[in-house]
């Protein structure tokens, strides 16, 4: 195999951007690393996002890859800096690209960020956001309840619609026009927060806008591959993988996944 891509997550997460890259660069070779077994990220210490991020890098740095995809606005709030003084490949991180997508979608420039309560207290939409437009006004909402609900497979369940509906009541009053899913998680339950936010506000998911990144920087090091054939990606979870499987099937729509456990 060409050298392969690496995207990583705290879990299943990641799925939704590695959806876009099969969309976007389908001939490209992907190895996806979940670390379902100490997710979430969100609630954790720096430090230790930093650590399990090093360790995810590190797994695929060995396996050969040429690029990574930080797939967890988490751990790039905490660890794009890091891993990108660490390792030689390019480092493609999910924050710039989102705030990018929601600057450029919205027209008062009222955006509420949605993310774990470690991307929130970080401050890094905050930072990405006003540096592409001085004017903004972010409205922040860590909504911690979020992540369990996608690792648990429940994402479709009515019971998660509430879930949302009590978290969301944490931006009441407030007027934006756009907001952005700041955990790649939650465009699993997109459905559900479009559905109890106001009428006409844009939702943006970092995904589109990361793999744009992505292949200019493919481009950028001549490291596009040119043979057309399609590559099925490999998976890998720290979880199980009768939880990760379904989930690989259900929202990438592939049929018996490759996924594979990994110690880290
Ligand atoms: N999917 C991740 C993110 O984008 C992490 C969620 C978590 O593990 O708390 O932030």
């Not at 609630?43 to 930093?50: A, L």
């Not at 970092?206 to 001549?222: F, H």
């Amino acid at each position: 195999m060409e050298a392969p891509i690496g995207v990583i997550d705290s879990g299943v997460g990641g799925l939704t951007v590695v959806k876009e890259m099969l969309n976007r660069l389908p001939n490209e070779p992907i190895i996806y690393i979940g670390d379902d077994a100490r997710c979430p990220y969100g609630p954790r210490s720096t430090q230790e996002v930093r650590q399990y991020t090093m360790e995810m890098a590190s797994a695929l740095s060995k396996m050969g890859i040429k690029m990574l995809v930080i797939a967890c606005n988490t751990a790039t709030a905490v660890a794009l800096d890091e891993i990108r003084e660490h390792f030689s490949f390019p480092v493609i991180g999910v924050i710039v690209p989102g705030a990018r997508g929601a600057v450029k979608a919205s027209e008062t420039g009222n955006i509420a960020v949605l993310g774990t309560v470690g991307t929130i207290n970080s401050g890094a939409y905050d930072d990405a956001i006003h540096a592409l437009n001085p004017n903004a006004t972010v409205y922040p909402l860590a909504c911690p309840e979020f992540v369990p609900i996608v690792e648990s497979g429940l994402y479709k369940s009515e019971s998660a619609s509430g879930i949302v509906a009590k978290a969301l009541v944490g931006l009441a009053g407030k007027e934006f026009d756009v907001a952005i899913l700041g955990c790649t998680h939650y465009p699993l339950v997109q459905h559900h927060i479009q559905a109890h936010l106001p009428d006409g506000v844009n939702i943006i998911s970092s995904a589109v806008e990361t793999v744009s990144d992505v292949e200019q920087m493919l481009l950028l090091k001549n490291s596009k591959r040119h043979s057309a054939s399609e590559v099925a990606p490999i998976f890998y979870t720290t979880g199980k993988i009768e939880q990760f499987s379904p989930i690989v099937e259900d929202w990438l729509l592939i049929d018996q996944p490759d996924v594979r456990h990994i110690i880290l």
